[in-house]
């Protein structure tokens, strides 16, 4: 008995460590939840390609009524950059139809014969082009000027349309106005070319060099997707990527698609330009006014349907048996692009940080430089890392009822999970060899 005690405590030990793993992710999940970072929010924890916890925490919303559960759907937000349009470019390189040093101009027929024709779609992706962060696509429906001119007149029982452009927004769908923002606000079908490429085409462009992020070339990607295929941008994706991955509830506009409203998590009551709850509908409002698609913004997803995209480029390329991109293609994109300019970023995607420094890291310390992801400004985020075979995702709706809040940052959440998971699985590494030595 004395000696199977000892062995017995040995071998439980593994499971009571993944226990506390899970308590101490719940423990900062719910202590986010008291500091108002999210009303809810879950961790989806993969090693070495097997799901080692799933962890949800509160509610939809903070009226409480909708617990969290695993298969939610959340908006992306930002991440969309690395799990659609992104993924084309990546199978084009590997299959040498693409060469990332080719100029804009080239590439985008929206970009001829302006002054970014000359930048380097390499550059333009690893955000030191000099593009601008962002723009305001939406200021240009507006009557007069000033930044919100209507928001001191907003009359909650109506919409006041005569605040809007009648040439960009009107009350009611008709065939000229087919885009649903709201169920009051329609919005032109040639908004997309007429407003937003146009002012993509005259943003100013700063000497490149520095690292901004911008999204800006994200919102041409679709159009050069299904100029270079000849297929829909979306079909492409879905057949090409989500279908094969078994991603079933990966995509754009998800109330299109079946998803239960229910099933969907909220973002934002919008105050400033919708005046609606955004439920079920894309947040970002450049990706709403392209009809929900776009490659800046606009994709849904649960957790789990998230992870089999990542896994598969955590696996180089390839997951459950079949190939969808180069190891050579995933290699370069997840690589740091210039380094020597101070810059942590790959080709679309994110990196840890040349320098560690808490204060602004938005990964744990202990990620490899090999590491690689994105976050998403909804409170999304998932991460990488080829050393560790390991995967997180974090997923919450930070911006409920207001982008505002900002506690996800300033309580460094996901970075604290993320710290944890290493934690752990270096711990479990040191039992694994100490198990090997015993034998």
């Given at each position: 008995m004395r000696l199977l005690l000892p062995l017995l405590l040995f071998l439980t030990a593994p499971l009571n460590a993944q226990q506390d793993l899970q308590d101490s992710i719940l423990s900062v999940l719910n202590k986010g939840i008291e500091g108002g970072a999210f009303p809810g929010g879950q961790v989806l924890v993969w090693h070495k390609g097997e799901p080692l916890v799933h962890v949800t925490a509160g509610y939809h919303t903070y009226d409480r009524l909708r617990p969290t559960r695993p298969d939610d759907v959340y908006?992306?937000?930002?991440?969309?950059?690395?799990?659609?349009?992104?993924?084309?470019?990546?199978?084009?390189?590997?299959?040498?139809?693409?060469?990332?040093?080719?100029?804009?101009?080239?590439?985008?027929?929206?970009?001829?014969?302006?002054?970014?024709?000359?930048?380097?779609?390499?550059s333009a992706l690893a955000h030191r082009a000099g593009l601008l962060p962002w723009v305001p696509y939406w200021q240009t429906t507006l009557r007069g000027h000033g930044r919100y001119p209507w928001q001191e007149r907003w009359d909650a029982g109506r919409i006041n349309d005569?605040?809007?452009?009648?040439?960009?927004?009107?009350?009611?769908?008709?065939?000229?106005?087919?885009?649903?923002?709201?169920?009051?606000?329609?919005?032109?079908?040639?908004?997309?070319?007429?407003?937003?490429?146009?002012?993509?085409?005259?943003?100013?462009?700063?000497?490149?060099?520095?690292?901004?992020y911008s999204g800006l070339l994200f919102y041409l990607l679709p159009d050069y997707v299904e100029r270079t295929t000849g297929m829909d941008y979306r079909t492409y994706l879905r057949e090409h990527f989500y279908d094969p991955l078994g991603a079933d509830e990966l995509g754009y506009r998800p109330l299109d698609r079946g998803i239960p409203l229910d099933r969907i998590v909220p973002t934002e009551v919008d105050t400033f330009f919708r005046m609606d709850t955004l439920h079920g509908v894309v947040h970002d409002e450049g990706a709403a006014m392209m009809d929900g698609v776009s490659a800046n913004a606009g994709l849904f997803s649960t957790a789990e349907d998230l992870a089999k995209l990542y896994q598969m480029l955590l696996n180089g390329g390839e997951y459950g048996g079949r190939r969808y991109l180069t190891q050579a293609a995933v290699d370069t994109f997840t690589s740091y692009q210039y380094?020597?300019?101070?810059?942590?970023?790959?080709?679309?995607?994110?990196?840890?940080?040349?320098?560690?420094?808490?204060?602004?890291?938005?990964?744990?310390?202990?990620?490899?430089?090999?590491?690689?992801?994105?976050?998403?400004?909804?409170?999304?985020?998932?991460?990488?890392?080829?050393?560790?075979?390991?995967?997180?995702?974090?997923?919450?709706?930070?911006?409920?009822?207001s982008r505002d809040r900002r506690a996800i940052y300033t309580l460094n959440i996901r970075p604290r999970i993320h710290s944890l998971i290493y934690s752990f699985i270096n711990r479990k590494e040191a039992t694994s060899d100490l198990r090997g030595k015993r034998r």
């Open positions: 908006d992306l937000a930002s991440v969309t950059k690395t799990t659609s349009a992104l993924l084309v470019l990546m199978k084009q390189y590997g299959e040498g139809d693409l060469d990332l040093d080719t100029p804009l101009g080239l590439l985008f027929t929206e970009l001829k014969r302006t002054d970014k024709q000359r930048i380097p779609l390499r005569y605040r809007f452009r009648n040439r960009t927004i009107r009350r009611d769908s008709t065939g000229r106005f087919p885009i649903k923002l709201t169920d009051d606000l329609w919005l032109h079908r040639k908004f997309r070319e007429r407003s937003i490429y146009r002012a993509i085409r005259k943003s100013p462009v700063k000497a490149p060099g520095d690292y901004v380094p020597e300019e101070g810059s942590h970023r790959g080709l679309g995607f994110d990196k840890p940080l040349l320098t560690y420094d808490a204060a602004s890291s938005s990964v744990a310390e202990a990620a490899s430089p090999a590491s690689f992801g994105h976050s998403g400004y909804t409170g999304t985020f998932v991460w990488a890392d080829p050393e560790a075979d390991l995967l997180y995702i974090f997923l919450s709706n930070r911006v409920h009822p």
